[in-house]
């Protein structure tokens, strides 16, 4: 019996979090490096391999202009490998190198405004397709509206200190007019400790209230705890204040232009404020986390899984920017330096830099998978 409970443990886990997360991933994956692989294309550079997942290949096939399509066993990313590359991270194999600088299909061969164009792709393809996700999601579905009633007051939160009432509408936040409860939502939840002026109509009449968020731990429908800035009111649950918005494609793109721009710019200040000490890397989430969300989030349906893919896809766009060695953003650097001083980077400073990045890049998976593990077990 112990036995045909671990298979239908393990059956569920598999079905339930690892099915989710390998489609997350491998959305958000191929369409980073297929930025590379066109805009290489694009650029003449020959494309030897495109590889989802790294380590031993399990299946793959060769297209006609010589590049191996293949699907490796360790799915925790992917690759695009270029002719003249030693590695998997574009360094040119240094034997080769008088050959190669004469052949224009190589990418060690291109000018710097190539290579900086193929680099950067990638990147801007993982925003591009949080757009398309996001934009995508808004023109089948709509957007739910929810009017900015406030339908209670929490007990000695910072909305109750200010002054709310329940039955108050909010119109505008420091005097920029808001269309929902969720962008209200949104404007607090990035102004911790900042006094926000809220502008609300209350019976026919209105009147500005001075009110700054706190940090409270909320807690969602399968546990997750997260931080973030609140005022303490709670939103109207009457059907009359609800509505779904349709939107016409400007429209849509317009607001996944803007979600995304949003998801980019928090992920980036949380980044900057654990690296400065003023805020706590409790909330870095490692392959476990995002396995554990995918799995939650098929459980609302495959629309909920592509939102999911979209955001992380936004969040892998700007961390690739970072400028790390083994990065996108740091192979950037490099060319930016190259194209300013006229000359490459040596070799050799490329190679430490890359194994300095790569150390750093392992050094945060270990970290966020230890939290992971000790984050499960604590539940």
């Known amino acids: 019996m112990d036995l045909i409970g ?18 997350v991933l491998a959305i958000i994956v191929f369409f980073h ?21 790294f380590g031993p290949e399990l299946f793959g096939i060769t297209d006609r202009h010589g590049t191996r399509w293949k699907v490796c066993a360790i799915p925790l990313g992917g690759f695009v490998k270029f002719l ?7 360094l040119g194999d240094s034997s080769l190198e008088a050959h190669v600088q004469e052949r224009r299909a190589t990418f060690v061969g291109a000018s710097v405004s190539r290579r900086l164009a193929i680099v950067a792709a990638g990147p801007i393809a993982s925003f591009l397709l949080a757009v398309c996700i996001f934009s995508g999601e808004f023109m089948l579905f ?3 509206v929810t009017l900015a009633r406030v ?10 200190t200010a002054g709310f009432l329940p039955g108050d509408i909010v119109i505008a936040v420091d005097n920029r007019k808001i ?42 429908a399968f546990g997750n705890v997260t931080r973030i800035a609140q005022i303490g009111l709670g939103r109207s649950a009457a059907p009359d204040d609800t509505k779904i918005e349709r939107l016409g494609p400007v429209r849509a793109i317009e607001l996944a232009l803007r979600q995304t721009w949003f998801i980019a710019d928090q992920t980036l200040q949380y980044l900057f404020k654990v690296f400065v000490g003023r805020e706590s890397a409790d909330q870095l989430g490692g392959p476990i986390k995002i396995a554990q969300i995918s799995g939650q989030a098929a459980t609302f349906g495959f629309a909920a899984l592509l939102e999911l893919a979209g955001i992380l896809s936004a969040t892998v766009g700007l961390i690739n920017l970072l400028p790390i060695p083994a990065l996108d953003g740091g192979h950037i650097l490099f ?31 270990i970290f966020t998978t230890v939290s992971d593990v000790v984050r499960l077990s604590a539940t």
């Open 179 to 220: 269309d929902g409860f969720n962008e209200l939502i949104r404007l607090v939840s990035v102004s911790p400790g900042q006094t926000l002026k809220i502008t609300i109509d209350r019976q026919g009449s209105r009147s500005v209230l001075d009110v700054a968020p706190a940090i409270s731990e909320v807690k969602d």
């Open 84 to 90: 003249g590359d030693r590695n998997v991270v574009s």
């Open 6 to 23: 671990n298979l239908a443990s393990s059956s569920f886990w598999l079905v339930s979090y690892f099915v989710p997360f390998v489609f």
């Open 151 to 160: 339908a209670e007051v929490r007990p000695n939160s910072p909305a109750a």
């Open 33 to 53: 490096e297929l930025g590379h692989f066109l805009v290489a294309r694009w650029c003449e550079v020959e494309v030897t391999a495109f590889s989802l997942g």
């Open 142 to 144: 709509g957007r739910q």
């Open 335 to 365: 060319y930016a330096i190259e194209a300013g001083r006229g000359r490459p980077v040596s070799q050799n400073f490329q190679k430490w830099g890359m194994r300095t990045g790569l150390v750093l890049v392992l050094a945060l998976m």
